[in-house]
């Protein structure tokens, strides 16, 4: 006889695929899109011609019902037809199935728009195999009501003692105050989201988390942390070269000497030494590195590319482009590479004959206090929120984000940790400097800040990019680089492409209605029109590099 194994077992699974799914994820939507059009990393030493147009796409959406809605939805259907009485110590249990579920249904309409989501899994338990999409006004209102129920369900004074995750949640082992704050966190991600077409509605939430006794996750203690297996995303970021770093970005990171650039980019390999053979040989060094003179370890081995593919063509008054020069060492007459390269031992802690661990931080603790300065600066609720201000809360976003990426370091054991990790005393002397500092710019400073937060999780920073237009061409602290091709500005996608209705026959006529309520041409299509073809939440927004702030 086979037995059913219980509710609680089936949650492992999803909760493992959340993340161990994303490597051809990372590949192609992060690595080759978001990334790059977020202008945090190249494609390589130079983005190319064709960096607005789609290639490949990952099935996000199938992940989320595949491998994270089908264990899921099974256990909440197994729990309603218990018994009342063995119902009863499964109510937590029941209730954290939906923060876990639109994690990833967050994930997936923040790039596609509607989405199956109230009707989902129907052929399953009904044997209907059609189902309605349903738009992100509507899925924003279904995943708060979720959410709240959860909420409820989390802090209810239960008559019975509640069977207990434990090792089977290898994030909070069961902890449901931490679930609790990981679900106020998703309502504050959806009120940003949901501000620009309903601001009236957005302020309900965030005064609903602000008011809540156990509120969102702001200590790096409460953080959603993946971490059940050392590796998962292999060599995604090698296929095809590793994304190299962002001229823009890493020069504001290097003029301020933020700490995450350590974390983030490796050095390049112009060491001291290495810069003295060039000397001694008369051989020709790198412009940007030359102009370093002295180097001033680690800071002057951070260099990044331009974003623009234009910008292959070396600038006025050098005759090679020294980003992609090929420079040979005079002594050893090993290549030697001048620009910085996405820290690969971060992405996997095993590469080179690495022995660290992988950490995803899937909800940063730095979020909800970002989020909570930029609503008080703004005004969508009004200040101190729990006996914060804004410039308290902003401060607080930027060092927990720090200690975040260390953490990720720490676990990562990236090379030369003890050097390259935060060091005591740099966030409070982060905060002095101009770029960074309060009392001037205070809302753009926020948006940037919540740009560097989001390094890791590419879904969310494209989506405080879109939603922001930060950041901004003309900024004073932290620009946009135009990107160009033959002297044209690229024109970028807003969301991802929906192939035609024939690619997706059984379920025709509510996919056809779904994408004509959008307003969706379908198929791979020109860039223009994925730009103008908004999302709900975007409709609106600015475009790439046009943030104001009032």
Excluded at 284 to 296: C, M, S
Excluded at 358 to 368: G, Q, R, T, Y
Excluded at 523 to 534: F, G
Aim: glycine share 4%.
């Amino acid at each position: 006889i086979t037995e059913s194994p219980a509710p609680d077992a089936l949650f492992t699974y999803p909760l493992y695929r959340l993340s161990a799914s994303q490597y051809t994820e990372w590949f192609y939507d992060n690595y080759q899109y978001m990334m790059p059009w977020s202008q945090v990393t190249n494609l390589g030493a130079f983005n190319r011609n064709d960096l607005n147009e789609f290639r490949e796409l990952h099935g996000r959406e199938w992940v989320m019902y595949m491998d994270i809605f089908a264990n899921l939805f099974e256990m909440r259907k197994q729990i309603d037809q218990m018994d009342e009485t063995t119902k009863a110590v499964y109510q937590n249990v029941f209730a954290t199935t939906y923060i876990l579920q639109i994690i990833q249904a967050l994930k997936v309409t923040d790039v596609y728009g509607s989405i199956i989501y109230s009707q989902a899994m129907r052929g399953r338990y009904e044997g209907i195999y059609t189902a309605e999409y349903d738009n992100q006004e509507k899925l924003f209102a279904q995943f708060l009501d979720e959410l709240d129920l959860a909420i409820a369900t989390l802090t209810a004074n239960h008559p019975v003692e509640q069977i207990n995750f434990l090792t089977r949640d290898f994030v909070y082992q069961g902890d449901v105050t931490k679930w609790v704050k990981a679900a106020n966190t998703l309502k504050l991600r959806i009120a940003a989201r949901m501000m620009r077409q309903n601001p009236t509605g957005a302020k309900a939430v965030i005064a609903e988390v602000a008011a809540d006794p156990t509120g969102p996750i702001v200590s790096a203690a409460d953080e959603f942390r993946w971490a059940p297996s050392a590796e998962y995303r292999g060599e995604a970021f090698d296929m095809w070269g590793p994304p190299y770093a962002s001229k823009n970005l890493t020069e504001f990171l290097k003029k301020n000497q933020d700490p995450r650039l350590r974390i983030w980019f490796e050095r390049n390999q112009f060491d001291q030494a290495t810069v003295d053979n060039f000397v001694a040989d008369s051989r020709r060094l790198p412009w940007f590195v030359q102009n370093a003179g002295t180097i001033d370890e680690p800071w002057d081995r951070y260099f990044g590319a331009p974003a623009s593919p234009d910008s292959a063509t070396p600038p006025s008054g050098h005759a090679y482009n020294d980003y992609t020069y090929d420079f040979k060492d005079p002594v050893t007459n090993a290549s030697r590479v001048p620009i910085s390269i996405i820290n690969r031992r971060m992405q996997n802690p095993k590469y080179d004959n690495g022995t660290g661990y992988f950490v995803d931080v899937i909800i940063p603790a730095s979020e909800a206090c970002l989020y909570f300065a930029e609503f008080i600066e703004t005004g969508a609720i009004a200040g101190p929120v729990k006996g914060m201000t804004a410039q308290q809360w902003y401060e607080e976003g930027v060092k927990l984000s720090c200690e975040s990426f260390d953490y990720i370091a720490e676990k990562a054991i990236i090379k030369d940790l003890a050097t390259l990790r935060l060091q005591s005393g740099e966030v409070a002397s982060l905060l002095t400097r101009p770029d960074y500092a309060w009392g001037t710019n205070n809302l753009e400073k926020i948006y940037i800040q919540q740009y560097l937060a989001y390094f890791r999780l590419p879904t969310d920073l494209w989506t405080n990019v879109r939603r922001t237009g930060f950041p901004a061409f003309a900024s004073t602290i932290l620009q946009r680089e135009h990107m160009k091709s033959s002297n044209t500005e690229l024109v970028f996608p807003r969301r991802f492409p929906r192939m035609p209705a024939a690619t997706n026959d059984w379920n025709i006529e509510f996919y056809n209605a779904a994408m004509a309520e959008q307003g969706f041409t379908l198929d791979k299509l020109p860039v223009s029109i994925l730009n103008t073809e908004r999302l709900w939440f975007d409709e609106g927004a600015p475009n790439y590099g046009l943030g104001t702030v009032k």
